[in-house]
T-cell receptor, first 109, second 113 residues
Framework: KNEVEQSPQNLTAQEGEFITINCSYS?????LHWLQQHPGGGIVSLFM???GKKKHGRLIATINIQEKHSSLHITASHPRDSAVYIC???????????FGTGTSLTVIP | DVKVTQSSRYLVKRTGEKVFLECVQD?????MFWYRQDPGLGLRLIYF???????EKGDIPEGYSVSREKKERFSLILESASTNQTSMYLC????????????FGPGTRLTVT
């Protein structure tokens, strides 16, 4: 049973579109991590959140602790944004992250 | 720049072989993790270590063991590789404070034939 659900699983967008990826979880958390994985395997950290909103360039991440929900937004999407985006949560009671299965994004020129 | 390295990007082994995967981090992090990643299942934790010589089982430890003799190095051992251990293996590290951010290695794609 996965405690972290992401939607959609797959997403295709035209270059320039605004993109939203959603993450819902079922437990109280200390932190939520958004990660990006390009073909070939390497995973990089995008955001670490425990409340509110963070912005980095064209990427925005928000979290609603009461609703146990987070969103990752990409403005003015570009083909180089094509990757798998992964949400991970760190429960209040544990020391390990639990991961969603990822959202595969393809941005078409 | 933060660095987590893994000993191999691609590895092909035969059923029954003993396999060693090594991970090295240069950030003086206390916590290190081994995950496997399979399509449709996401990353699953095999083992983690919060200090030298300390280890904890993750969600799927069966068929694996680990070793952490030095702070910077965390090894994953497949005692007798089986075909169902064909997967992508990812190492990560994290500091012991409340920053929580994990840093990942490039991954090792292991094929067991």
């Amino acid at each position: 049973k996965n405690e972290v659900e992401q939607s959609p699983q797959n997403l295709t967008a035209q270059e320039g579109e605004f993109i939203t990826i959603n993450c819902s979880y079922s437990v109280g958390i200390s932190a939520l991590h958004w990660l990006q994985q390009h073909p070939g395997g390497g995973i990089v950290s995008l955001f670490m959140l425990s409340s509110g909103k963070k912005k980095h360039g064209r990427l925005i991440a928000t979290i609603n602790i009461q609703e146990k929900h987070s969103s990752l937004h990409i403005t003015a999407s570009h083909p180089r944004d094509s990757a798998v985006y992964i949400c991970a949560v760190l429960p209040n009671t544990g020391n390990q992250f639990y991961f969603g299965t990822g959202t595969s994004l393809t941005v078409i020129p | 720049d933060v660095k987590v390295t893994q000993s191999s990007r691609y590895l092909v082994k035969r059923t029954g072989e003993k396999v060693f995967l090594e991970c090295v981090q240069d950030m003086d992090h206390e916590n290190m993790f081994w995950y496997r990643q399979d399509p449709g299942l996401g990353l699953r934790l095999i083992y983690f270590s919060y200090d030298v010589k300390m280890k904890e089982k993750g969600d799927i430890p069966e068929g694996y063991s680990v070793s952490r003799e030095k702070k910077e190095r965390f090894s994953l051992i497949l005692e007798s590789a089986s075909t169902n251990q064909t997967s992508m293996y990812l190492c990560a590290s994290r500091s012991g404070g409340e920053t929580y951010e994990q840093y990942f290695g490039p991954g090792t794609r292991l094929t067991v034939t």
